[in-house]
Nanobody, 119 residues
C-alpha cells in the first residue's frame, strides 16, 4: 500500500533553516500533485507549498520567498526547504500527494512532523 514517510522536523530558532523530506513508497504510481500542508494549534490545516498537476509550484503568501518546494522523481521524494523561519511557522507539517495507482486516484497523507520555531 502507498505510504508517505516524512522526516526533518525539529526545533529551530527564528531565522534558522530546516529541510523536510517526504518519500512515497508502496507501488507504481503517477503523481498528480505533491505538496506540504501545516496545522498550527487551534487552526485549520493550510496549504504551504505544492506542485500542481501541471508541474508548476504554488506557495502560501506567508512563506513566499522563504520556503522552496523541490522534488527528486527518481527517489519519489519531495522536499520543503524552509529558510528564515519565523515563530508563526510553528506547526505540524504534513506531506500530501494525490496519486494515481492501481486504477484509482486518491489523496494520501504523511503522519506529520513537528516544526517548532523559538524566538
Amino acid at each position: 500500500q502507498v505510504q508517505l514517510s516524512e522526516s526533518g522536523g525539529g526545533l529551530m530558532q527564528a531565522g534558522g533553516s530546516l529541510r523536510l523530506s517526504c518519500t512515497v513508497s508502496g507501488g507504481i504510481f503517477i503523481f498528480i500533485t505533491q505538496g506540504w500542508y501545516r496545522q498550527a494549534p487551534g487552526k485549520e490545516r493550510e496549504l504551504v507549498a505544492i506542485f500542481t498537476s501541471l508541474g508548476s509550484t504554488n506557495y502560501a503568501d506567508s512563506v513566499k520567498g522563504r520556503f522552496t518546494i523541490t522534488r527528486d522523481n527518481a527517489k519519489d521524494t519531495v522536499y520543503l526547504q524552509m529558510n528564515n523561519l519565523k515563530t508563526e511557522d510553528t506547526a505540524v507539517y504534513y506531506c500530501n500527494a494525490n496519486i494515481f495507482t492501481r486504477g484509482e486516484t486518491r489523496d494520501y497523507w504523511g503522519q506529520g512532523t513537528q516544526v517548532s520555531v523559538s524566538s
